[in-house]
Nanobody
């Protein structure tokens, strides 16, 4: 059973960097055919895919966030981390980490963390 758990500060100030960590249990973040993503949901809005890190360590980011986002990993701890710099209140929302199953023709998020609320104060 794969489980993901987000952790990090719930309140940050405008212009600071948000750093969130996803701890994975029940599976390795270096397992082939999977990638590991960050998704967020602002209040009253839909889900927004932010970016992902692949088994090789390569990353891919949403173009809208590319200048501010960085995803990294610590394989010894089976964790991957989101850093989002220069945040504004528009970055407020619930942040999720999730596994992408790429073993099928259509990739899907098969395991999700519970999410963590991040509030950016003005």
């Amino acid at each position: 059973q794969v489980q993901l758990q987000e952790s990090g500060p719930g309140l940050v100030k405008t212009s600071q960097t948000v750093s969130l960590t996803c701890t994975v249990s029940g599976g390795s973040i270096t397992t082939n055919l999977y990638s590991w993503s960050w998704i967020r949901q602002p209040p009253g809005k839909g889900l927004e895919w932010m970016g992902a890190i692949y088994t090789s360590g390569s990353t891919y980011y949403s173009p809208s966030l590319k200048s501010r986002i960085s995803i990294s990993r610590d394989t010894s701890k089976n964790q991957f981390t989101l850093q989002l710099s220069a945040v504004t209140p528009e970055d407020t929302g619930v942040y999720y980490c999730a596994r992408e199953d790429r073993s099928m023709a259509q990739a899907r998020m098969d395991y999700w963390g519970k999410g963590t609320l991040v509030i950016v104060s003005s």
